[in-house]
């Protein structure tokens, strides 16, 4: 009797990622991760700019991937933080600068305006970001003694 022979029956090849109510890529996408209003800014974010597109769909993909359970989550909300910081300072002054430069074409007016609207966008990312990141901070402070309490406590307890 061959192996194949015994073990038919009973027994089940690995499933695998491929099968199953999700399969090729989207079985890797979990968008949960980021709250509404971040994956809409998120995705909105795609189509300001080359560098600002690559910057975003960078940390997109990370959120969205089990490479997010891979590296440091402090690591990767700090990069985000940080980078949707930069880039809408850049929209922003590269907007102003412009505004103060145009030859009041209708082409560089509407330049203008998609420039302040996605510098807002990356500015209002990066004060959610901040929000989450104080509202994190007050959950995670132990609560405070009192003076009396920590008077009356010895120093090596």
């Known amino acids: 009797m061959e192996n194949g022979a015994v073990y038919s029956p009973t027994t089940e090849e690995d499933p695998g990622p491929a099968r ?7 079985a890797y996408f979990f968008m949960g ?22 910057l975003s769909l960078l940390i997109l993909i990370v959120y969205c991937t089990p490479f997010y359970e891979r590296v440091d ?21 590269a907007s102003i600068i412009f505004v ?11 330049a203008i305006v998609f420039g302040f609207i996605a ?3 990356f ?7 901040l929000y989450e990141k104080r509202q994190e901070s ?8 009192t003076r009396a309490e920590a008077l009356t406590e010895p120093l090596n307890a």
Do not use: W
Request: a positive charge; glycine letters at 6%.
């Open 33 to 54: 991760r980021l709250p509404l209003l971040r994956r809409v800014l998120k995705g909105l974010q795609l189509f300001v700019s080359c560098s600002a597109f690559l």
């Open 100 to 110: 103060s430069t145009h030859d009041r074409t209708s082409a560089e007016i509407a």
């Open 138 to 145: 007050q959950l995670r402070k132990p609560e405070n003694t």
């Open 123 to 129: 500015l209002l990312d990066f004060i959610t970001m």
């Open 73 to 93: 989550t402090t690591k990767v909300k700090s990069s985000d933080f940080y980078i949707t910081l930069g880039t809408g300072c850049v929209f922003l002054l």
């Open 20 to 26: 199953g109510p999700r399969s090729g890529l989207a």
């Open 119 to 121: 510098s807002f966008m």
